[in-house]
């Protein structure tokens, strides 16, 4: 767990935000919570098996973690 008001501590977590609030926030405007939890839901869904990443050398992060998990086994 971090620590309070070091966001460095977990940047892979803060720049999933940062995309997420310029990439789907940006452009919708849910008007219930229950709206809002459906956009995050459906971009992580998106984010994890459709998004290819060039740090994951083109894999999407769905891809990678599989990828991973056949080389060590």
Known sequence: MSRPGTPGDNSPMESFWSQF???ELAFKHPLSEIELIAIIKKYINWH???RRQLALNGMTPEEYRNHAVQESA
């Open 21 to 23: 609030k310029t990439e």
């Open 48 to 50: 994890n098996k459709e």
